[in-house]
């Protein structure tokens, strides 16, 4: 499978955590969940893809050692288009994000994908953290409240809804980030 995840420039990713840390705390806490998604998706036996129209992230990514999915900065739904079109079997867009995401997690909604369907994963507050599929499925509509949006949109396909906590737990608000800290096993999450 193909699991692609979108990252956008690391110097203005977390700008809604810009109360709790300054800018290149950000930009470091940034780079590490990402790396820590990269990492767990590559363990889960993936292959790990970055999607970016950002030539730093172009550069940090391929020192990650993942494959690149260059995208014309289109938004996320523009790189999620881009990385379904890219796939010829199963994909999987995961947002960078997303602090408690384990290796039983991918697995989890790997195997919940329905033939000819598309599997879901919600965010605690209503967005949509993870979109897995093996049919040619467009019907990306990120943003707040995107999770309604793409049950919508996958109402005429076998569908799943995964629903786990490092599915949900993704990494946007100081309130996320007390809880990430309070629960992540390892130090990375303090950048």
Do not use: C
């Not at 965010?123 to 949509?128: F, K, L, R």
């Not at 786990?164 to 992540?184: E, N, Q, V």
Request: net charge negative; aromatic share 6%; no cysteine.
């Amino acid at each position: 499978m193909l699991a692609a995840v979108p990252i956008k420039p690391f110097g203005v990713a977390k700008g809604r955590l810009r109360s709790v840390l300054d800018a290149a705390a950000r930009s470091r806490l940034g780079m590490a969940v990402a790396a820590n998604t990269l990492a767990v998706l590559g363990a889960a036996g993936a292959e790990v893809a970055v999607v970016t129209a950002d030539d730093g992230v172009i550069k940090w990514a391929t020192n990650q050692g993942v494959r690149v999915i260059v995208d014309s900065d289109m938004g996320l739904d523009g790189a999620a288009r881009a990385v379904v079109e890219e796939s010829d079997g199963p994909w999987a867009i995961f947002h960078a994000d997303l602090p408690l995401l384990s290796v039983a997690d991918v697995n989890a909604l790997v195997e919940a994908i329905p033939e000819q369907g598309i599997a879901l994963a919600p965010s605690a507050d209503g967005g949509t953290t993870v979109i897995a599929g093996v049919v040619r499925w467009l019907g990306f509509a990120y943003g707040p409240g995107s999770f309604a949006r793409h049950m919508a949109s996958a109402a005429g396909l076998p569908h799943a809804v995964v629903s786990r906590p490092g599915l949900a737990l993704d990494l946007d608000t100081p309130a996320d980030f007390a809880i990430a800290g309070s629960l992540a096993d390892d130090p990375w999450l303090a950048g």
